[in-house]
């Protein structure tokens, strides 16, 4: 049982080692600053609850239901508003409890460890894309709390714990947050209008994400192979639980 607890920084990686030296360059040579990259006092990019370009998103349910379309398009736009906002909240939220997470793998990383580097690239940009969103939600006026209460406090407690005992829940974790408001960003981006405000700050998110979610992917591909045969099983009991919980409730 000990060596199936053995922490991640002292398993030896396969595939990561070919994919860090790309991820680093791109974050030096692909990065984005929350206030150099975006011009938020430009009159274009004010953002408000009466602004006329803060309907919901086409694809949304919610836009087919008779209740939204019969409504006035002050009231409409309110609701696109608030809806938009309170995901770039829970976004934030969930890019905070990532990096928890994140600084709790890199603190017990040895000398010369290769994720080192890597990792304090993505905490850092994630820490730009929690600047993005609040500010949003700031200038938006709108009242969002995101995530419940009893989800946040929970997971500011358990999320370093994951990370530390069982990495694997962690990053499968990671990647239910990330691949979801990936897809639905680059989505919205193909097929309908935003706020210029709000496509701006997902064009900065979809470029950095991907790293994110390329290293997500490839530690796991490199992790759950070398794994016991009960703590893979164990991984499959959690999975939907825990996505369920990070999907479904922290949007509630």
């Known amino acids: 049982m000990t060596a199936t607890l053995t922490p991640p920084a002292q398993r030896p990686a396969r595939k990561l080692p070919g994919l860090l030296p790309r ?15 975006i011009d938020w006092d430009d009159p274009e990019l004010q953002i408000g609850p009466d602004d006329p370009r803060c309907g919901l998103f086409e694809f949304d349910p919610l836009a087919a239901t008779e209740w939204y379309r019969s409504q006035s398009p002050e009231v409409q736009q309110r609701v696109g508003l608030h809806r938009i906002c309170s995901a770039f909240k829970v976004g934030m939220q969930f890019e905070n409890l990532l990096q928890r997470g994140l600084l709790s793998y890199a603190f017990r990383l040895p000398n010369g460890a290769p994720e080192y580097r890597y990792l304090h690239h993505e905490i850092i940009e994630e820490s730009q894309h929690s600047l993005m ?9 709108m009242p969002v709390h995101g995530m419940p209460l009893w989800l946040r406090t929970t997971a500011t407690v ?6 530390r005992l069982l990495p694997e829940q962690f990053f499968i974790l990671v990647l239910g947050g990330e691949d979801p408001v990936d897809y639905l960003q680059r989505r919205q981006l193909r097929e309908g209008t935003t706020h210029p ?5 997902m064009k900065i998110h979809i470029t950095e994400e991907a790293r994110h979610i ?3 992917r490839t530690y796991l591909k490199d992790l759950v192979p070398r794994l016991g045969r009960f ?5 499959s009991i959690r999975t939907p639980i825990v996505l369920w919980i990070k999907i479904g409730r922290a949007h509630v």
């Open 23 to 37: 991820l680093n360059r791109q974050s030096v040579e692909k990065r984005s600053d929350a206030y150099l990259d």
């Open 214 to 216: 390329a290293f997500a």
């Open 231 to 235: 703590r893979r099983l164990m991984l």
């Open 158 to 163: 358990m999320v370093p714990v994951f990370q």
């Open 197 to 201: 405000l709000i496509e701006q700050i």
């Open 133 to 141: 969103f609040q500010e949003l939600v700031n200038r938006s006026g």
